[in-house]
């Protein structure tokens, strides 16, 4: 079953920093170009980084250029973000996507593939 599987969620105080990661269950699905998004209670998945294949080009939203990092090992099959300098507004579910067609997107419709979610919580 092809799937992405997140980790390293948890709950920190502001100034804070987590490390997400993204593995994919097969080699062919570690490949695509990567994103992640965040969901937060009664509000829309937004775009918050995405990578290319090679890992060459990454993508950020404004509110989390400078503090997060995406980055990716497609010899382990895995994406991971790195995030520093964590603000209360950071905590949402984040996941991590894969498209098929498309780098760098910020639409969740262009992302085909889903991982299931991993909670961030930051504390003022």
């Known amino acids: 079953q092809v799937q992405l599987v997140e980790s390293g969620g948890g709950a920190v105080q502001a100034g804070g920093s987590l490390r997400l990661s993204c593995a994919a269950s097969?080699?062919?699905?570690?490949?695509?170009?990567k994103g992640w998004f965040r969901q937060a209670p009664g509000k829309e998945r937004d775009f918050v980084a995405a990578?290319?294949?090679?890992?060459?080009?990454?993508y950020y939203a404004d509110s989390v250029k400078g503090r997060f990092t995406i980055s990716r090992d497609n010899a382990k099959n895995t994406v991971y973000l790195q995030m520093n300098s964590l603000k209360p507004e950071d905590t949402a579910v984040y996941y991590c996507?894969?498209?098929?067609?498309?780098?760098?997107?910020?639409?969740?419709?262009?992302?085909?593939?889903w991982g299931q979610g991993t909670q961030v919580t930051v504390s003022s």
């Open positions: 990578i290319s294949s090679s890992g060459g080009g990454t």
């Open positions: 097969e080699r062919t699905l570690s490949t695509y170009p």
């Open positions: 996507a894969a498209s098929i067609m498309y780098t760098g997107s910020y639409y969740p419709y262009d992302y085909t593939y």
